[in-house]
């Protein structure tokens, strides 16, 4: 008679931390000691701050993950390295959003609206901005508010993952958040659980101001991409969806300005999560890769 095994699960082990030697053993003695498969491991140093980061994916046994997971609370407390283990939540339970924005609430908006219809089956559990601008579409929308910001609108990127700790998010969703996460906080959540909305095709069109530069050089096709957020080098190339519009020639920078932000920019992030949140994509070594 065949007995069925079981379906291992994934974890994605994230540390960040003051950088001493032999950081990552502990971590990965403790992941095969509970009979884990090690698919995947990143390591950084940033000599310059002094500071360890890792990424490790491993696939477990289901019984095995919360045994696992205390451990890696008793390594934290051992190295002093800042430790998540988390493990993806297709098929298992509703993704929980984080949902990031500052001064635009079309993209926010569009990441709510298709929450309420259920064309991403995930939860919205907070909102986070370093502007008090977008404050009332989370109030219209019933959902948690957090700023973060000061009177300039510099963030505080610490508490940013706080919030995100506390409310056991799976997910966080740039929603044209003007902010740029520094690398500990990527290296916090990696493994493809932080979402970025660019506006502008990359990797043609990369910098702060994208249409402008697009307009430059007479381009009559413009663009929005949703891409994963890596931590370090490379960043850029993780490319989840990306859409895409065409204008007339003598089109007004304005108008083209107005028409990517108010019609193009919301479908190209909810696609994009959506993709995400279905499990259609996940990043491994820094590569976006289709599942289904």
């Not at 926010?108 to 559990?125: H, Q, V």
Request: aromatic share 6%.
């Amino acid at each position: 008679m065949h007995h069925l095994r079981s379906k291992r699960m994934q974890l994605i082990i994230t540390a960040v931390g003051p950088d001493n030697r032999g950081l990552a053993d502990p971590i990965v003695h403790c992941a095969t000691e509970h009979g884990a498969n090690i698919s995947e491991i990143q390591m950084y140093d940033h000599d310059e701050e002094s500071v360890f980061s890792m990424l490790t994916r491993v696939s477990v046994e289901p019984e095995q993950v919360e045994p696992l997971q205390a451990d890696m609370v008793e390594v934290s407390e051992r190295t002093g390295l800042s430790i998540r283990t988390w493990s993806p939540p297709q098929g298992v339970r509703r993704p929980r959003l984080a949902i990031c924005c500052t001064y635009r609430d079309e993209t926010p908006r569009a990441i709510l609206e298709a929450i309420a219809d259920n064309r991403i089956a995930a939860d919205a559990a907070v909102m986070i901005s370093n502007r008090k601008k977008c404050k009332s579409l989370a109030e219209e929308f019933d959902v948690p508010w957090f700023s973060i910001g000061d009177d300039e609108g510099r963030a505080n990127d610490e508490r940013l993952i706080e919030i995100c700790d506390e409310h056991d998010i799976d997910y966080i969703i740039l929603a044209r958040y003007m902010r740029v996460l520094p690398p500990s906080s990527c290296w916090k959540y990696a493994g493809g659980r932080i979402i970025n909305l660019h506006h502008g095709l990359l990797p043609s069109f990369p910098g702060m101001r994208p249409y402008h530069d697009a307009f430059a050089v007479r381009m009559l096709t413009f663009g929005a991409t949703c891409h994963f957020i890596v931590p370090e080098l490379d960043a850029g190339n993780q490319i989840i969806n990306q859409t895409t519009f065409t204008v007339a020639p003598g089109t007004l920078r304005e108008e083209i300005i107005d028409r990517g932000q108010a019609e193009n920019e919301p479908v190209c992030l909810a696609e994009g999560v959506r993709r995400v949140v279905d499990g259609e994509v996940e990043l491994h070594f820094n590569r976006v890769v289709a599942r289904k």
